[in-house]
């Protein structure tokens, strides 16, 4: 057999070459200069080594009638976007569980914008994520749309292209995760801003038009650098977890993955009994519940979403004895807990991703309730606070609730998936206490009267803080549940297992019927 490869073989070998970061070196060096990696370095970062199978690499720009063929090749490969089918963290869970869909936009080919046959390549991967139902990552690196494709002549606007339509499509039918670095605008943005969960680095600016679409609108001349900077639009609620760089994206982009991917076999915990002692004993006094998150979960395996939005209410995915779920909790150092109407929101969109991907949920409660007052209705908190009981009705996830302090009105329902009898298991620390409202307002409003007959201000305090005490008596966790409103009270270093028991009986049960599909973005 001769050594020698024949001619065609040889002429694809070197046609796919010209795909690769070896023939781009000039291209690859730049993004190097700029502290960034080239589009197929954030893909090997992703992918299980030797498992990314590429579908349309050798596409190149719709210009032919502008270019030469060579020309197209070397500066237009697979025409600025990669996509495939791959394995991402197989040997964590499994390789029947790990396959997915990878689809990575290349900004070094015509500034990442969207042509002709990218468009097709886009539709394809997407088409073939639902027919397979694989989840997807996307990087989303790019300027939007290309009017410079002049070989397509068989339309006039391109808006009849169905790429944003596919890819929202798969809402709630496949997890999505979509990463950015540097200008995301335009086309590129709308896609970023529709997947299910947003990875950014610091380094980033997503907007709804660049600076060209701008001008061209009669709006002004700005630079990129000004629109949409990735601290504001993580301020904003548009960036779910904000990351250093594409070397923490891609990292953070395989773990997210992973909570969809089903359980892991290899675990450990923190020391169990020091949730005994991190809340005061001062009821008045604010905690940081993240310490009493990362104690009862899986050690290493919480990650929040949207930290700096709604902040009053902390959500994002964590472990228990390696099985996957969704983490919800108030946080009583913002607004003492209270769920504000951006909270509120947040908390719905993130219940209604659980649901669609079947993570059950844990929810740790400390509320004084809903956020009150002219400001908060000003924020439309009607609606959006009400979409919390929307949603928590729709569930078809298991639930289950640990409320650590306070656990007041409609805000401790709404926690806990719109009632108290809505968890699989409801149990409380000792240190619960529970009421119609927080105790203060309630003394206040109820006992008004007697608290404005005492003159004397010093003897007036001591009466507020006497019936305060009485209504924490009431109103305290074992009280709760002798009267049945919760399932239990606990130690709290038996937390970690009780969560575990609940969610074990309540999955042996198939989740009920699907309910008609609410976004969940």
């Given at each position: 057999?001769s050594?020698s490869?024949?001619p065609?073989?040889?002429?694809l070998?070197q046609?796919?070459?010209?795909?690769g970061?070896?023939?781009?070196?000039?291209?690859?060096?730049?993004?190097?200069?700029?502290?960034?990696?080239?589009?197929?370095?954030?893909?090997a970062?992703?992918?299980?080594?030797?498992?990314?199978?590429?579908?349309?690499?050798?596409?190149?720009?719709?210009q032919?009638?502008?270019?030469?063929?060579?020309?197209?090749?070397?500066?237009?490969?697979?025409?600025?976007?990669i996509?495939?089918?791959?394995?991402?963290?197989?040997?964590?869970?499994?390789?029947?569980?790990?396959?997915?869909?990878v689809?990575v936009?290349?900004?070094?080919?015509?500034?990442g914008?969207?042509?002709?046959?990218?468009?097709?390549?886009?539709?394809r991967?997407?088409?073939l994520?639902?027919?397979?139902?694989l989840?997807?990552?996307?990087?989303?690196?790019?300027?939007?749309?290309?009017?410079?494709d002049?070989?397509?002549?068989?339309?006039?606007a391109?808006?009849?292209?169905?790429?944003?339509?596919?890819?929202?499509?798969?809402?709630?039918?496949?997890?999505?995760i979509a990463?950015?670095?540097g200008?995301?605008?335009?086309?590129?943005?709308?896609?970023?801003?529709?997947?299910?969960?947003?990875?950014?680095?610091?380094?980033?600016?997503?907007?709804?038009a660049?600076?060209?679409?701008?001008?061209?609108?009669?709006?002004g001349?700005?630079?990129?650098?000004?629109?949409?900077?990735a601290?504001?639009?993580?301020r904003?609620?548009?960036i779910d977890v904000?990351?250093e760089?594409e070397?923490?994206?891609?990292?953070?982009?395989?773990?997210?993955?992973?909570?969809?991917q089903?359980?892991?076999?290899?675990?450990?915990?923190?020391?169990q009994?020091?949730?005994r002692?991190l809340?005061?004993?001062?009821?008045?006094w604010?905690?940081p519940v993240?310490?009493?998150?990362?104690?009862?979960?899986d050690?290493?395996?919480?990650?929040?979403?949207?930290?700096v939005?709604?902040?009053?209410?902390?959500?994002?995915?964590?472990?228990?004895?390696?099985?996957?779920?969704?983490l919800?909790a108030?946080?009583?150092q913002?607004?003492?807990?209270?769920?504000?109407?951006?909270?509120?929101?947040?908390?719905?969109?993130?219940?209604?991703?659980?649901?669609?991907f079947g993570?059950?949920?844990?929810?740790?409660t400390?509320t004084?309730?809903?956020?009150?007052?002219p400001n908060?209705?000003?924020?439309?908190?009607?609606?959006r606070m009400?979409?919390?009981?929307?949603?928590?009705?729709?569930?078809?996830?298991?639930?289950?609730?640990i409320?650590?302090?306070?656990?007041?009105?409609?805000?401790?329902?709404a926690?806990?998936?719109?009632?108290l009898?809505?968890?699989?298991?409801?149990?409380?620390?000792?240190?619960?206490?529970?009421?119609?409202?927080?105790?203060?307002?309630?003394?206040?409003?109820g006992?008004?009267?007697e608290?404005?007959a005492?003159?004397d201000?010093?003897?007036?305090?001591?009466?507020f803080?006497?019936?305060?005490?009485?209504?924490?008596?009431?109103?305290k966790?074992?009280?709760?549940?002798?009267?049945l409103e919760?399932?239990?009270?606990?130690?709290p270093?038996e937390?970690?297992?009780v969560?575990?028991?609940?969610l074990?009986?309540?999955?042996?049960a198939?989740?009920?019927?699907?309910?008609?599909?609410v976004?969940?973005?």
């Amino acid at each position: 057999m001769s050594d020698s490869l024949r001619p065609e073989l040889e002429a694809l070998q070197q046609r796919l070459a010209l795909t690769g970061d070896e023939a781009r070196a000039e291209q690859v060096a730049k993004r190097h200069q700029r502290g960034y990696r080239s589009a197929r370095e954030n893909l090997a970062a992703l992918v299980d080594p030797d498992t990314f199978l590429e579908y349309g690499q050798l596409a190149v720009a719709a210009q032919r009638s502008r270019r030469s063929t060579e020309d197209l090749q070397r500066n237009t490969p697979a025409d600025g976007i990669i996509t495939g089918t791959c394995c991402i963290n197989a040997s964590q869970v499994g390789g029947e569980n790990a396959e997915a869909i990878v689809i990575v936009n290349d900004y070094t080919v015509l500034a990442g914008t969207q042509g002709y046959y990218h468009h097709h390549k886009l539709d394809r991967i997407c088409e073939l994520a639902e027919e397979r139902h694989l989840p997807v990552v996307m990087f989303t690196e790019g300027g939007g749309g290309r009017p410079g494709d002049t070989d397509v002549t068989i339309q006039i606007a391109g808006l009849n292209y169905s790429s944003f339509r596919t890819w929202a499509g798969l809402s709630g039918q496949v997890p999505r995760i979509a990463v950015n670095n540097g200008y995301c605008f335009a086309g590129n943005a709308a896609l970023f801003g529709s997947a299910d969960i947003t990875v950014a680095t610091k380094t980033s600016w997503i907007g709804m038009a660049g600076p060209a679409m701008i001008e061209g609108g009669g709006l002004g001349v700005y630079e990129p650098t000004e629109i949409g900077p990735a601290e504001e639009q993580y301020r904003n609620g548009v960036i779910d977890v904000l990351v250093e760089d594409e070397v923490e994206a891609a990292a953070c982009a395989r773990q997210l993955l992973s909570y969809f991917q089903g359980p892991v076999a290899a675990f450990d915990c923190e020391d169990q009994t020091r949730l005994r002692d991190l809340i005061p004993e001062d009821r008045r006094w604010a905690y940081p519940v993240r310490n009493v998150i990362e104690t009862i979960v899986d050690r290493g395996s919480f990650m929040e979403l949207r930290r700096v939005y709604g902040r009053s209410v902390i959500t994002g995915f964590a472990r228990f004895e390696g099985r996957p779920v969704g983490l919800l909790a108030n946080d009583c150092q913002q607004l003492g807990g209270a769920v504000d109407a951006q909270a509120a929101e947040k908390a719905a969109r993130f219940l209604q991703l659980c649901d669609a991907f079947g993570l059950p949920v844990v929810s740790f409660t400390d509320t004084p309730g809903f956020m009150v007052g002219p400001n908060s209705e000003r924020e439309a908190a009607v609606r959006r606070m009400s979409r919390l009981f929307v949603t928590g009705a729709s569930l078809r996830v298991p639930v289950v609730a640990i409320i650590l302090r306070k656990g007041y009105g409609l805000g401790a329902m709404a926690m806990t998936g719109g009632s108290l009898l809505a968890p699989v298991y409801c149990a409380a620390w000792p240190t619960g206490e529970f009421g119609a409202m927080g105790l203060e307002g309630a003394v206040r409003l109820g006992y008004r009267k007697e608290l404005e007959a005492e003159e004397d201000p010093a003897a007036r305090e001591a009466l507020f803080d006497k019936l305060v005490q009485q209504s924490y008596e009431r109103g305290k966790a074992t009280e709760a549940a002798a009267h049945l409103e919760i399932d239990a009270v606990i130690d709290p270093a038996e937390s970690r297992q009780v969560v575990v028991r609940a969610l074990n009986s309540a999955m042996q049960a198939p989740l009920p019927k699907a309910r008609p599909r609410v976004d969940t973005w």
